[in-house]
């Protein structure tokens, strides 16, 4: 019991330096493309979220496979369809990925109103009444939102997180029995990992966001939010918002060859420095 306890107490001593700086080589990164099929996402003027993640998507997998060595690209998604969010984390944890990002476009949120389109007689009773009829119109709250902001996985979801890590415990720590479900030590070490993959989360996203900085967008932060799609993956993973597609001039920006090339090289530098920081 002494060894086991001590050996516990030695891995949590060192589980910030194994999941943060340990030099361990990035060599599998999931890029998932949001939304998709009969889901379009956020409508703009003349475009679609579900088109635009994955046109950036594609973009970004080819200057992974082009300027990093020994580094694969997993997609979730590479045509018009719809991969439920379970089966997105589920491609990532069974590929043993070391880095998962979701791309998708913002939106403001609609503001609902009824207009008054004119009256119908309706019978109640043995009177008959007039009955105003209403069309409902959306009107989006604000077209002049613009800028990035990227999402790591809330701590309400912490519980889903660390069931992802118990399940491919062995792909997560590389030592084959290291986690048993029947050791209540294991529990303690399942939660160090996962808040240790928030804080990678957290770096990856920083990392991301400067980029964006860079090129002169409005950086709007790294936030966090309870997002299956993060929830379920056992690694590191942010969800990245590249523009509000509702902003006439920022859907004209996300549909050109510039603003998708910006975008995606954004999101590769980001990836370049975090994984220099990993493996240094």
């Not at 379009?40 to 579900?50: D, L, N, P, V």
């Not at 379970?86 to 949120?109: M, P």
């Not at 420095?273 to 240094?280: F, G, L, N, P």
């Amino acid at each position: 019991m002494y060894i086991r306890l001590l050996l516990v107490f030695t891995i949590l001593i060192s589980l910030p330096n194994i999941v943060t700086a340990n030099g361990k080589k990035i060599t599998k990164i999931v890029l998932d493309a949001g939304h998709g099929g009969h889901d379009i996402g956020a409508r703009g003027q003349f475009s679609m979220e579900k088109n635009l993640t994955l046109d950036v998507v594609m973009r970004l997998g080819k200057i992974i496979n082009d300027s990093m060595k020994g580094v694969q690209v997993i997609y979730t998604r590479t045509t018009d369809d719809y991969p439920q969010l379970a089966e997105r984390h589920e491609i990532a944890n069974k590929a043993n990925a070391d880095v998962f990002i979701s791309v998708h476009v913002n939106s403001t949120a609609d503001r609902i109103e009824r207009q008054l389109t004119g009256y119908r007689m309706v019978k109640k009773g043995k009177k008959r009444m007039k009955q105003p009829v209403y069309r409902v119109v959306r009107h989006h709250e604000n077209y002049t939102a613009t800028g990035t902001e990227t999402y790591v996985l809330g701590l309400h979801r912490n519980s889903q997180k660390e069931n992802a890590i118990g399940e491919y415990s062995e792909a997560v720590t590389e030592e084959p029995g290291m986690l048993n479900e029947n050791d209540p030590e294991t529990a303690i070490i399942i939660a160090q990992y996962s808040q240790a993959f928030l804080s990678r989360s957290v770096s990856l996203g920083t990392k991301i966001q400067q980029e964006f900085a860079n090129q002169g967008r409005d950086d709007k932060g790294v936030k966090q939010k309870g997002l299956e799609v993060l929830a379920g993956s056992a690694m590191p993973g942010v969800l990245v918002e590249i523009g509000f597609i509702n902003n006439p001039n920022e859907e004209t920006y996300l549909n050109s060859d510039k603003g998708q090339m910006d975008v995606a090289m954004a999101i590769y530098r980001g990836i370049k420095a975090y994984k220099m920081e990993v493996e240094r």
